[in-house]
Structures are given as C-alpha cells and as structure tokens.
C-alpha cells in the first residue's frame, strides 16, 4: 500500500489530542457536579443518564475523524488495470559502438553525442514503440521493440564501446539483426499500417562485409532506413583508456602509427538513399535529430495492440464513506435512556 498525499497522515495526532482533551474537561466537570450537588441530587438530575452511551459517542467521533484523515491521504491498494490505445510507428535505432565512436571530434564524444541525441528523441516520442540494436562487427538486440521509454533509457545508458567482443563495424550485420527484430515485433502484435524505420547511428566507417543483401531484406519488408553521422570530415584519434576511465594512450595500427578516424559520409548518404530515407549529420548541436523526428511524425501511423497498464488503486471511498458513518453515529447516537423523562 502506498498513500498519494502521506503528509495528510500527520493530522492524525489530533485524535490523541481531542482525547486528551475530553478527558480533561469530563474530569474538571466532574469535579464542578460533587462541588455543587450532592451525589442523590446528582443522581436524580441525571436521570436515564447512560455511560456506554457518551463513550460511544466519543469513541465514534474519534474513529470517524481517523478514517477521514486516512481518506485525504489517499490510500491506494492492490492494482488497476487500464487499457491503452496507442498510435505511432515502429521504430528501431542501430547505434554503432565501434572503437572509432570514442573519437572526440564531437564533443564530449560521438558516442555520448549519440546517446545524448537519443535520448532526447526518446523524449518527444508519443506512442511509438521503439527498440534499440547495438552492432560492431557483430550485432544484438538490446532492448526490443517497446513503449516503455524508461526500461529503453536504460538499455542506452549502459551501452559502451568495451561490451562488444570486436571493434570494427559491419553494417550488414547491424541490418540483419533489425530485419529479425521488425520480423519478432510484427508476431507480438504490431499494427500492420505502422511504418517501420531504422535509424542507423554512426561515423559510417565500415569494416564488413558487403551490405546490399541485408539492406534489399529490408527494402522488402518496407523498411525505411535513415542514417544519422556523427563525427568531422577532417577526423581525429581514437582514445583508449582503462578500466578506471584514465586515457592511456591512441589507437595505433600494424605499422605503429595512430589511427585515425573521419566521418564517412558518403557511406551513410547512400544507405539512406538505397534505404528510401534520409541522412542527417550531428555535430555539436542536435538539429539532425530534430530534423529526423520531423520526418517520423509524417509517416504513416498505425494503431499498436492495446496495452495493459497496471496501477494501484485508489481506495479513498470506503473510509470516506465508513468515517462519514462514524460521525453520524457519534454525532446522533443517544446516552439518555427512555425513563429520563
């Protein structure tokens, strides 16, 4: 059980207060009743007067007053389910995590540019269901095909150049893993008018193998593919560092000499364009982001199955309904007795 204003729980020390207090008063009348009158008299003014009665005035009033202020604080218990209709389309971002997305050429570098960009895409997503790839020379899914933004912000933020086994990069790996991630999505209940795309994030250096059968796979599952780069034209070193985050030292080739590293664009421009999407380039603002998720919002959006969205409910109106019973009791109930009169 959690309480959704539990600052409300503070005024239940009233209800210690309201007994002292008439514990008090009934004491100091008692007093004033043997002062005055002598204990037949007394006997007699009260006549039908009833204990039991004025007790369980009080003890009313006091429960009533509790489950009052348990009330405002808004109690909430066990779990209610809500369906929720969500339009948009699929989404699935391929984020390279080469040794070259270390590159400093973009600041703080291309890889935490790239998370940071998508991050904020993530934001200013309504009802898209999204999943995130993570590829090298090889390629995995690391968060599949989801709507739930948060579990996605936590894929992305543990995604690092050292998870991977290899270095390099080979789109065509990164393509099929998307191919077989749209393909798991569509069989746990994807909107079949939803536009599928893939966001391929990367300096566009590519190690593998030739692509063009991954990307025609894609091409026939009406894939759009979109290209983000990340990086300069006139390149820069990669950085290594250790465990502890100290920089160590530059990537070096066979030969002994630094590596180093540029955007290719001309890579990511014709996958785009191979793709039936766009390129776009980030450098040190994120207009190539905004731009992307200008183009998402034009596409064709479908309706995803309805989700189930599990809450704790609120049971405020059992104790408002109890407690307003309460005070009617310890408002109304008698402590005089028939033969009063």
């Known amino acids: 059980m959690i309480w959704q204003n539990s600052l409300y729980l503070w005024f239940l020390l009233i209800i210690p207060v309201l007994i002292g207090l008439t514990y008090w008063y009934n004491r100091r009348l008692d007093e004033k009743r043997k002062k005055y009158f002598g204990s037949k008299l007394l006997q007699k003014l009260r006549r039908g007067f009833w204990p039991w009665g004025k007790r369980i005035r009080h003890l009313s009033l006091y429960i009533g007053i509790a489950l009052l202020i348990l009330a405002a604080a808004g109690p909430k218990i066990g779990t209610e389910v809500r369906e929720v209709k969500r339009q948009g389309v699929d989404l699935l971002i391929a984020l390279d995590l080469s040794a070259s997305m270390n590159a400093e050429d973009v600041k703080p570098s291309r890889l935490e540019k790239a998370k940071y960009e998508v991050s904020r895409l993530i934001e200013k997503l309504q009802g898209d269901r999204v999943g995130l790839v ?3 020379g090889e390629a995995y899914l690391q968060s599949p095909m989801t709507m739930d933004y948060s579990a996605l912000r936590l ?3 543990i995604a690092e150049t050292n998870q991977m086994p ?3 990069t080979d789109f065509g790996a990164a393509m099929e893993t998307a191919a077989d991630a749209f393909d798991r ?12 795309v893939l966001l391929i994030i990367s300096d566009g250096e590519n190690h593998g193998a030739d692509y063009d059968g991954a990307l025609e796979q894609l091409k026939e599952e009406n894939v759009s593919i ?3 780069g990340l990086g300069t034209a006139s390149g820069t070193r990669i950085p290594l560092y250790n465990d502890s985050g100290t920089l160590i030292g530059y990537k070096r080739g066979e030969n002994g000499t630094e590596v180093k590293t540029r955007l290719q664009a001309e890579v990511l421009r014709s996958i785009a364009s191979e793709g039936g999407g766009e390129y776009y380039e980030i450098r040190s603002g994120g207009s190539g982001i905004d731009a992307f998720l200008g183009q998402i919002d034009e596409l ?3 309706e995803f199955a309805s989700q189930e969205y599990a809450d704790f409910k609120n049971q405020y109106q059992w104790l408002v309904g109890f407690g307003l019973l309460f005070v009617i009791v310890g408002v109304t109930f008698p402590y005089y007795t028939a033969d009063s009169s």
């Open 185 to 196: 999505g569509g069989k746990d209940g994807q909107s079949s008018k939803a536009a599928k």
């Open 166 to 168: 290899s270095s390099s």
């Open 134 to 136: 993570v590829f090298t």
């Open 226 to 228: 979109y290209t983000l």
């Open 300 to 302: 064709q959006q479908g």
């Open 155 to 157: 894929f992305l933020n």
